[in-house]
Structures are given as structure tokens and as C-alpha cells.
């Protein structure tokens, strides 16, 4: 990875680290719901689905400023799935991020109250006045988050994958899940930036919607891999969990070399796919790669 990518790449996570919290601090009174609230978005992280939404928007030279709305909401609906998802009911984690799940620090009831707020202040950040991009163009970005997360998107394969605990299921459903759980978050980050390009081309949208929906499967596969052969030091999180809990995954289905086969060959289906895209996208080639090679 070229260092020109790396300074980018802490350019990026700082830049939207900070827009977070400016924000927070402007319109947050000091209470357990606001500083719930604001551990759970504010705990760390890789940032890679804002860090996609600025490569998105490089290919057409988009308004960092209107980046930072769009990759704010994708940040906090992640940091509200997160938040529930660690719950004692859901994937019972206590740790994420290397510190305490929401939870553990404030208290189940207080990290649910959390999470939903996340939910709700996404919204408030597509629509602020300070949000400088026409009415139509707004609703359109809203239309495409609560598709994405909504009970045929993100939460529904929530619901999937708590259904399918304990039970033996094949590829196909796995897939199913995978691309609903997390791929639609991921699909959501790359689309939404796309559409307030000066420059949109529905044909390039097409090509960036499956780009986006591979990599959901390339980041999900990896996670997989990374449970079951990383410890939990290394990840920020609890390693080992899938197999304790009896969850499917691509490596408990598939087997470690299998699922390692299938990481390489939808790598190179990005890469392919990349090279169809039009305009300034060696940013989110390295991006590609800095995912492709995470090892946390």
C-alpha cells in the first residue's frame, strides 16, 4: 500500500471523526442517553464505509463538504447496528472495539435507547440546512438508506441470521444473509455518493451497485476468516464467537481454504468491475486493496 494512500486514508478517518463530533458536541446536552449515544459512534473504527464514501465520490470530483453529510449517516446507522447487535439478545458481545460494548458500559436498556437514536439522528444529517444539495436529490438519499437498512434490507438479514442460530443451512442462505446483514450498508455507502455526481451515467451507477454489492461479500468473507483465526486482542472483538454460538458462516459451511478460494475470486471480480468505472478511481482501488488485505 503507497503511502500517498495511507496519508489519504488518516486524512479521511480524521476528517469524518471530527465532522462527528463537531456535530455532536453542537447539539448534544450532557445526559446517558447523549453520552451513550456518543461512546458507541465515537469508540474507534476503521471508518471504511465513509472512507468509501469520499472514493466515491473522487470519480467524479464531488463536494467533499456534501460527502461528509452522507458519509456521517452511513457511520452512525453502522455505529446503531453495531450497538444493537452486541446486545445480551442479539450476538451478546462485550467487547467492541477493543473497549466495552455500549451495553456492558451503560446498561441494556440505555444501549437499545442508543441505538435508536443513532437510528433517528442519520436521518437528521441527510435533511440539516447546512446539507447544501437540492430537496429532490435529499430524498432520494433518504429513499436509498431506509431501503437499505430497513425490514427487506440490513435488519431483515438481522432477523435471517437470529433465525438460523443453531441450524445447519447451505451457501445460497448464507449468501442471502450476508448480503442483507452487511452488504447493503456497504451497497448504500457506494450508491449515495454516486447519485449527486454532476456527472451521473446510469450505466456507471449499474457497475458501481455490483461492485458494491461484491465487496459487501468480499468484507463479510474476510470477517469470517478473521474470526475463526485472529484472537480478540488483535480484532477489538470477541474471536471465535461464530463457532461457539453455532452460526453459519462462509468458513464453518465452506471450510477455511474453500472460503480463502472464494475471498480470491471475488477480489479479482472487483477488480474487473473497477476497470469498467469511468474517471478518478485509483483512491478506491487502494481502498479495495486495504480491505482485501485487513487482517482486523
Not at 461512546?39 to 461528509?68: M, P, W
Not at 449515495?192 to 455526481?197: A, E, N
Request: aromatic share 8%; proline share 2%.
Amino acid at each position: 500500500m503507497n503511502n500517498a494512500f495511507n496519508s489519504w486514508q488518516n486524512l479521511h478517518q480524521d476528517r469524518i471523526n471530527k465532522f462527528l463530533k463537531k456535530k455532536l458536541d453542537k447539539n448534544n446536552s450532557k445526559n446517558t442517553i447523549n453520552n451513550a449515544t456518543t461512546y458507541a459512534l465515537l469508540n474507534g473504527g476503521k471508518r471504511f464505509r465513509a472512507l468509501l464514501v469520499y472514493a466515491i465520490g473522487e470519480i467524479n470530483a464531488t463536494n467533499q463538504n456534501k460527502l461528509d453529510y452522507i458519509a456521517a449517516s452511513i457511520e452512525i446507522i453502522h455505529a446503531y447496528s453495531l450497538t444493537h447487535d452486541d446486545l445480551p439478545d442479539m450476538d451478546d458481545d462485550p467487547m467492541r472495539r477493543g473497549v466495552p460494548s455500549c451495553h456492558i458500559k451503560y446498561g441494556a436498556s440505555q444501549a437499545i435507547l442508543a441505538g435508536d437514536g443513532l437510528q433517528s439522528l442519520a436521518f437528521e444529517f441527510l435533511v440539516v440546512p447546512d446539507f447544501n444539495i437540492d430537496d429532490a436529490k435529499k430524498i432520494n438519499l433518504i429513499s436509498h438508506l431506509t431501503k437499505a437498512i430497513g425490514i427487506n434490507g440490513m435488519v431483515f438479514g438481522q432477523s435471517l441470521d437470529m433465525e438460523c442460530s443453531n441450524k445447519e443451512i447451505d451457501i445460497k442462505l448464507l449468501e442471502k444473509i450476508q448480503s442483507k446483514k452487511t452488504g447493503e450498508l456497504i451497497h448504500a455507502a457506494c450508491i449515495m455518493p454516486y447519485s449527486i455526481s454532476n456527472f451521473f451515467d446510469s450505466s456507471v451507477r449499474d457497475s458501481i451497485s455490483k461492485l458494491a454489492y461484491l465487496l459487501g461479500q468480499l468484507y463479510q468473507i474476510i470477517d469470517d476468516i478473521l474470526d475463526s483465526t485472529s484472537s480478540s486482542e488483535h480484532l477489538g472483538k470477541t474471536s471465535g464467537k461464530d463457532k461457539k454460538d453455532n452460526k453459519a458462516t462462509y468458513v464453518t459451511i465452506e471450510g477455511i481454504t474453500k472460503a480463502k478460494k472464494i475471498k480470491e475470486k471475488l477480489y479479482s471480480e472487483i477488480k474487473k468491475l473497477l476497470k469498467k468505472i469511468p474517471g478518478n478511481t485509483q483512491t478506491l482501488n487502494h481502498l479495495i486493496d486495504k480491505i482485501y488485505t485487513r487482517d482486523y
